[in-house]
């Protein structure tokens, strides 16, 4: 089962600041916090990671809590074309499967 | 970047009949793939885990006989649905892991192919 919780959806304006939130109340100590999107009809891609420090990105920007409970994925400057499912997943390092939620659609808007 | 492959990236096939779905890593070597499933308008699901050079590792609910599995080498993984039906059809996605790299590192995703079985 997936171990984290996130909105169904969210509305950005374009050029805003998205930030989509995601609770994982249970993430154990080894485990690191990984944002994917999906595009309609594509193969989820690869945004960030993290394990408990701040981590940035050409695509974003991941803000992990001090107790690790939750984190929040910001894209600075939102398009159109970041209009897609964005799916929050914790996860061990070494090969392990990854188990998706229902993640965030995210609505960029004109 | 790394590149993962899936061919053919659409396929319709009849009722009974069997369709294979190829995953490839294209720059990098993949000692384990994984196989999703996805309904429209639902999340992926987890199908198996493809492990080079052995048997595949199935999720609780998905039939292996129904679902083959082979990973004879470090870059190509296949998916083979048999004996299809209209409730197959639905959007298969491979991803991958670079062997060579950090383990932390992230799952490369393929594009996805759609079967349409009628």
């Known amino acids: 089962d997936a171990k984290t919780t996130q909105p169904t959806s969210m509305d950005c304006a374009e050029g805003r600041a998205a930030n989509l939130p995601c609770n994982h109340s249970?993430?154990?100590?080894?485990?690191?916090v990984y944002w994917y999107r999906q595009i309609h009809s594509q193969g989820p891609q690869y945004i960030i990671h993290g394990l408990k420090n701040n981590e940035t990105n050409e695509m974003a920007s991941l803000i992990i809590t001090e107790d690790r409970k939750s984190s929040t994925l910001i894209l600075p400057h939102a398009t159109l074309r970041d209009t897609a499912v964005y799916y929050c997943i914790v996860n061990y390092s070494g090969g392990f499967k990854t188990i998706f939620g229902a993640g965030t659609r995210l609505f960029v808007k004109a | 970047g790394a590149v993962v492959s899936q061919h053919p990236s659409r396929v319709i096939c009849k009722s009974g009949t069997s369709v294979k779905i190829e995953c490839r890593s294209l720059?990098?070597?993949?000692?384990?793939m994984f196989w999703y499933r996805q309904f429209p308008k639902q999340s992926l699901m987890l199908m198996a885990t493809s492990n080079e050079g052995s048997k595949a590792t199935y999720e609780q609910g998905v039939e292996k006989d129904k679902f083959l599995i082979n990973h004879a080498s470090l870059t190509l993984s296949t998916l083979t649905v048999t004996s299809a039906h209209p409730e197959d059809s639905s959007f298969y996605i491979c991803s991958a892991r670079d062997s060579n790299r950090d383990s932390t590192y992230e799952q490369y995703f393929g594009p996805g192919t759609r079967l349409t079985v009628t």
């Open positions: 720059d990098f070597q993949a000692t384990t």
């Open positions: 249970t993430i154990s100590g080894n485990e690191y």
